[in-house]
């Protein structure tokens, strides 16, 4: 039963022989759609007894039963087989059509196949559609329901500006006030070693110290420097408020 229902449903498969592709035309396509291979091929049609006789097609005609006919051809890339039952020399009921393409054999669906198909996608569109809505869909008992959209808050962080922040570039006394500042730490704080090139070993520097002052001669240049300085005025005193003399 298998293999029955296989055979009857072959809208899902193909057949193709490269062999025979480059040379296709119609005198010999009947012959290749007849090949063994084919799963489309009907042995116990009228062309195997016209093929086993080496008889020419047009004694299908007189023949009762089932039989395969060249319906159209556009060469060198169509082909159309017809599969018919023939009942009298001018009465025939069409069963099946087979195109082939490039050299490869379909199976033309039939008209419920067709619909079938349609409405199926259709079905399978609008169900996912509504799996898709379902899944934005919330709820909560003290809001009720709403939509969720995660690309409309991607969106919206997309088109709100990021506001960045300019740095104000320093001023000329700024600039001069820390060249200053760093003068003075060097001059405090001399460095006490230095480096030729990345990599080698620093080198002490040698800071020459100014040779200190005997003890007396600090005292006497002290007294000298105390000598030198003026002493203070004592501050001067205003004068006298003139008094008005009585008459």
């Not at 159209?72 to 020399?89: C, G």
């Amino acid at each position: 039963m298998a293999a029955a229902d296989l055979r009857d449903n072959l809208l899902g498969i193909s057949w193709v022989d490269s062999g025979w592709v480059p040379i296709l035309n119609p005198g010999n396509v009947l012959d290749y759609f007849s090949e063994r291979s084919n799963p489309f091929y009907d042995r116990t049609c009228n062309n195997e007894v016209v093929k086993m006789q080496r008889l020419t097609l047009d004694h299908l005609n007189q023949m009762v039963g089932v039989e395969y006919i060249l319906l159209h051809a556009q060469e060198p890339i169509l082909y159309i087989i017809r599969k018919q039952q023939r009942q009298s020399p001018t009465q025939v009921i069409p069963l099946a059509d087979y195109y082939i393409i490039a050299g490869v054999v379909y199976q033309a669906p039939d008209l419920g196949s067709v619909i079938s198909s349609r409405v199926l996608s259709a079905v399978h569109g609008i169900q996912s559609a509504f799996d898709e809505a379902m899944s934005f869909c919330r709820y909560h008992p003290s809001k009720g329901y709403w939509w969720h959209f995660k690309d409309q808050e991607e969106r919206a962080e997309k088109v709100k500006p990021k506001s960045k922040k300019k740095e104000e570039p320093s001023s000329l006394f700024q600039r001069q006030r820390v060249d200053a500042l760093l003068l003075d730490l060097r001059n405090k704080f001399p460095p006490m070693f230095y480096q030729p090139k990345p990599g080698e070993k620093p080198i002490p520097v040698e800071v020459k110290k100014e040779p200190e002052l005997p003890a007396e001669a600090a005292k006497q240049e002290e007294r000298e420097t105390a000598t030198k300085t003026p002493a203070p005025s004592a501050p001067s005193k205003p004068p006298p408020e003139k008094r008005a003399r009585l008459q």
